[in-house]
């Protein structure tokens, strides 16, 4: 666990390393196109919708919530900080920030796809449970909730 990792809301200063981490990360999200990445970027910015983790050395993880579910559009943490905590960390502050009440979103890898290992780990240890079948950019995914509206 991180124990000097500070989250909060992202600012138009961390824009740069954002993006960078977005390359570095890129792959393991079918369809991301980084230049329409950094106009939703600017607007979850001025929407308080982009919250970052980050420590002395610079920027570990990010987090955008989705405008559509209220739930993650977007999380992805640096690979040496990775199994350090950033990630529960960011999604413990969303679920702060959103009505205690709310069910919460994320769609991910399947099952069988061996880039879903560790964010459904992730996932099902924050209590997220699997949910439907989708497909995104053409990718096959499935959803996860983490049904807050019965709590």
């Given at each position: 666990m991180n124990h000097d990792c500070a989250v909060g809301y992202a600012s138009e200063a961390d824009i740069?390393?954002?993006?960078?981490?977005?390359?570095?990360?890129?792959?393991?999200?079918?369809?991301?196109?980084?230049?329409?990445?950094?106009?939703?970027?600017?607007?979850a910015i001025a929407e308080r919708r982009a919250l970052c983790a980050k420590d002395a050395g610079g920027l570990l993880g990010v987090l955008i919530l989705s405008e559509q579910c209220g739930g993650i559009g977007f999380l992805a943490v640096h690979p040496e900080a990775r199994r350090r905590g950033v990630a529960s960390a960011l999604v413990r502050m969303m679920l702060g920030v959103l009505p205690a009440d709310q069910d919460?979103?994320?769609t991910t890898y399947r099952e069988d796809d061996p880039l879903g290992a560790a964010p459904r780990a992730l996932y099902k240890r924050l209590g997220f449970k699997e949910a439907e079948l989708v497909t995104r950019c053409g990718y096959p995914c499935q959803q996860f909730v983490l049904r807050r509206g019965s709590v």
């Open positions: 740069d390393a954002w993006m960078e981490l977005a390359a570095l990360v890129r792959d393991a999200f079918p369809g991301l196109s980084l230049g329409e990445y950094r106009e939703n970027l600017l607007k919460v979103f994320v």
